[in-house]
């Protein structure tokens, strides 16, 4: 197929949510043994069976101070799921990446998906309030009683704002363990150097963000795959500049 649809390259991964991966069943990358170079990280997955008290506790010290100096400056994080979703608050969502990106960074038609996930309950929409004003949004998909963190922004006149952030994933985790959800993946490990990606310093500091939630470290089993030899060589070239610009 990638022959004759002249594909260069393709990358998959293991969806960590996964059985065998919760389990502990699967031990190495099944996608080596394709012709994928392995380029696994991990990521972080929070278990939500424990009391609601207990998954706070577990929390980072920073983490639990940002959560509570975001309510003491009467921050307010709502939870949007298909009964109580519209397509105009939705919309918010969509001017809020724009502001905060400063341009149009994917199609209207994406939007226009992700509004129908929160419709058919494949996803759940966050929203952060000042005054009730909405000045931050996170999108989490859903799926058999396990959820994962998609997207999110912040108007930029509110991203230096401590705890955001911190009490928009606490209210998400406090609504996923109440709707009887089971896991939620917070989002990937990135690490300073060479993979599919080279982590700058703003991925690398997601990925501190993203660990102070007391959840557990999975594998994230990654492989990518390249049928041009000319092209992996000017990939791995540009990635390998791009490291040296980083560090």
């Known amino acids: 197929i ?8 393709m990358n998959f991964y293991v969806s960590p949510l996964s059985t065998q991966i919760l389990n502990g ?9 394709f ?22 506790r577990n929390f980072r010290k920073g983490t ?8 003491k400056n009467n921050f307010q994080t ?15 969502y969509k001017d809020i990446h724009f502001k905060a990106a400063g341009r149009k960074t994917r199609p ?36 058999n009683q396990k959820a994962y963190y998609q997207s ?13 952030g911190h009490l928009a994933q606490w209210e998400i985790i406090k609504y996923l363990k109440n709707n009887g959800f089971t896991h ?10 060479i993979s599919q990606e080279v982590a700058d310093t703003k991925m690398l500091g997601i990925s501190r963000f993203k660990a102070g939630f007391g959840a557990d470290i999975y594998p994230l089993f990654r492989g990518e795959w390249f049928r041009d030899k000319v092209y992996i060589k000017d990939v791995y070239l540009k990635r390998m500049e791009l490291f040296i610009e980083n560090n």
């Not at 990638?2 to 390259?9: F, G, H, P, V």
């Not at 209207?108 to 005054?131: G, P, R």
């Not at 999110?152 to 955001?164: D, K, M, N, V």
Request: proline share 2%.
């Open 2 to 9: 990638s022959k004759n649809e002249n594909i260069a390259y």
């Open 25 to 33: 069943d699967m031990k190495v990358n099944p996608l080596s043994k």
């Open 35 to 56: 012709g994928f170079h392995d380029t696994t990280i991990s990521t972080n997955i929070l278990s939500l069976n424990s009391d609601e008290d207990v998954i706070y």
């Open 64 to 71: 639990k101070s940002n959560i509570k100096t975001a309510q």
């Open 78 to 92: 709502r939870v949007y799921d298909k009964e109580s979703i519209t397509e105009e608050n939705f919309l918010k």
């Open 108 to 143: 209207d038609k994406t939007w226009e998906i992700m509004y129908q996930w929160v419709c058919k309950d494949l996803s759940i929409l966050a929203f952060t309030y000042k005054d009730e004003v909405v000045i931050s949004g996170q999108l989490v998909n859903t799926f």
């Open 152 to 164: 999110g922004a912040t108007l930029p006149e509110y991203q230096r704002e401590t705890g955001i």
């Open 184 to 193: 939620y993946e917070l989002g990937w490990n990135w690490y300073p150097n």
